[in-house]
């Protein structure tokens, strides 16, 4: 049976990566005429994955639920990118996908050790 520990840490950064991916968009389009700032909640999501994985339920292939951003400001052009909000929530992400990894690599060397004390 699969570490549950590590699913979670796996469901962390998939979700991460999939934000970047949304952010990275964003800021491509900041000078995009009527281009509408997305996201995704990164905690909505882990939710979502931990209620499968303490189901039992396979959580590979999952689709994230994209939203546009309401809190910013529209620009003349009708776009919504503000960059250094962006830039934030990329810094922000990039920490919790950095932690998710660090978590993991750790965990997977306990196990690793583990199997060689025996």
Do not use: C
């Not at 189901?55 to 999952?62: A, Q």
């Not at 830039?87 to 050790?113: H, I, W």
């Amino acid at each position: 049976m699969p570490d549950k520990s590590m699913m979670i840490l796996e469901k962390a950064m998939d979700i991460a990566t999939y934000r970047r991916k949304v952010l990275t968009s964003n800021i491509a389009n900041a000078e995009t005429p009527g281009y509408k700032a997305k996201d995704i909640s990164f905690q909505v999501e882990m939710k979502k994955a931990l209620d499968d994985i303490n189901n039992g339920n396979s959580t590979s292939g999952s689709t994230f639920e994209v939203f546009e951003t309401v809190n910013t400001m529209q620009n003349r052009d009708g776009n919504t990118v503000n960059i250094d909000v962006e830039m934030a929530k990329m810094a922000e992400n990039s920490l919790t996908y950095n932690t998710a990894v660090q978590l993991y690599s750790r965990k997977a060397r306990m196990l690793r050790d583990a199997l060689k004390a025996r």
